[in-house]
């Protein structure tokens, strides 16, 4: 059964992952769809650094977090969560997974900024 009143915890990984970039990483996140350009490069630093997907989980699930949110302000979408997944229900009636894209990002064969733009792009017609 998919929820919508979950939100609080990946509304709370997104504004951990800022707090984290800020103080840890000096990179401003502002929720803008243009900031996932940054949260797509630093997934992509932290990849080739080798470690394995189970030790940056956490991580990643936090910048899926944080593009989800963005999807979330940029289309007036919301979060619903189903079997322990989040993934953002835009306007349309589409359903979109930040959190397994962020962990494709980190295989190398996903974008948050794409996914991002495809969803907003989608959401307006």
Do not use: K
Request: with cysteine; hydrophobic share 40%; aromatic share 8%.
């Amino acid at each position: 059964m998919i929820r919508p009143e979950a939100a609080a915890r990946p509304v709370r990984w997104a504004a951990d992952v800022v707090t984290a970039m800020r103080e840890g990483a000096r990179l401003r996140l502002d929720y803008s769809a243009r900031s996932l350009w940054q949260v797509d490069r630093t997934i992509e630093e932290i990849r080739r650094q080798g470690a394995p997907l189970a030790a940056v989980e956490t991580a990643l699930r936090g910048f899926g977090a944080y593009a989800g949110e963005v999807l979330v302000r940029l289309t007036g979408g919301e979060w619903w969560t189903g079997d322990g997944d989040h993934r953002v229900r835009t306007p349309d009636g589409r359903v979109w997974d930040p959190v397994e894209e962020a962990r494709r990002c980190y295989r190398g064969d996903g974008s948050l900024r794409l996914l991002c733009r495809d969803a907003a792009r989608l959401a307006e017609n």
